[in-house]
């Protein structure tokens, strides 16, 4: 029994997580179905979808830095889902855009993507996140090599400063919100740059840190 518990620690942990993040997408679904999403339910919907696809980012940036500050090693279990979990409100933060606010007017949203520099800066932070969902198994680690696998996912930082330069551009008037987000992204980046640091002095420079431990993992954020 006991060491059934050492191989699946938190065993709740995934499936928890899981259900609380799908959990804002279908209130999402039932409120618009119920007409209860205000005057503009389209706009609602985007910036309620987008807000969680920026939640679970940052959440998916901050499993690393908790393990460097904590010693904590469940972050790490659940970085590959919170990551996978951000692209998947992202995929529907396009896809409500582009198929209910543009009515799948691929000009319309080519002529947005290019004019608008909100919107370039949030599809810029789409397009980076692609190659990371799409090698965030453990198999795609093994296939490609762990440094060449970890270069890839390095894409995942400035994702995040884009997504977050995204909300701001958006909000223009009360940046309160999306400045608290810039400012723990900034601070994960902080802990980030630091721990990397540290490892190097006491390695002389060498070594992979904890790359087997995330290689292992199948984990799809280094943070």
Known sequence: MASARRRSPLPWLGPGILVGALAPAAAILLRARSGALGANPIAEALNELGLMALVLLVASLACSPLRAL?????????RR???LLAFAYATLHLAVYAGLDQGLDLGAVLADVTRRRFIFVGFTAFVLMIPLALTSTAAAVRRM??????????????AAVCAVVHFVWRVKKDLREPLV??????ALLLVRVVSVALRRARTGGGGAGSGPVAAASGSNAQA
């Not at 090599?145 to 400035?158: D, F, I, N, S, T």
């Not at 987000?181 to 900034?186: D, G, H, K, M, N």
């Open 181 to 186: 987000y810039a400012s723990i992204l900034a």
């Open 145 to 158: 090599g762990y440094v060449k696998w970890k270069r890839v996912h390095a894409l995942v930082y400035p």
């Open 70 to 78: 904590f010693g904590w090693t469940w972050p790490i279990r659940v």
């Open 81 to 83: 889902l919170l990551g």
